[in-house]
Nanobody
Framework: QVQLVESGGGLQQAGRSLRLSCAAS????????MGWFRQAPGKEREFVAT????????YYADSVKGRFAVSRDNAKNTVDLQMNSLKPEDTAVYYC???????????????WGQGTQVTVSS
């Protein structure tokens, strides 16, 4: 089992950047595919990005493609989400996700962090 703790959220102006980080416990971090999801008030949770175990493969939701970048450091047990050119519609609670399965928009991993709030003002 893995425990996930997100950090780095906050209030930012539209057009600027934020970097989220997710720290994972355990010694088998490199065994997990990792992902980021988000949930805005009154909306369903949606997929944001995923990265493979080695970091060699990434995939993004169309809404963030070209603006967000996911990366991981298996030596530090961390996965980051660099968010550039933020828009007000990026406002949501962002969740780190981990799983042995390949994470997709319709199949998240089994493990979730507690979430971190991102608010983008116009």
């Amino acid at each position: 089992q893995v425990q996930l703790v997100e950090s780095g959220g906050g209030l930012q102006q539209a057009g600027r950047s934020l970097r989220l980080s997710c720290a994972a416990s355990g010694r088998t971090f490199s065994s997990y595919n990792m992902g980021w999801f988000r949930q805005a008030p009154g909306k369903e949770r949606e997929f944001v990005a995923t990265i493979s175990r080695s970091g060699g493969s990434t995939y993004y939701a169309d809404s963030v493609k070209g603006r967000f970048a996911v990366s991981r450091d298996n030596a530090k047990n961390t996965v980051d989400l660099q968010m550039n050119s933020l828009k007000p519609e990026d406002t949501a609670v962002y969740y780190c996700n981990a799983g042995y399965v390949v994470i997709t928009a319709y199949r998240p991993g089994d493990y979730w962090g507690q979430g971190t709030q991102v608010t983008v003002s116009s």
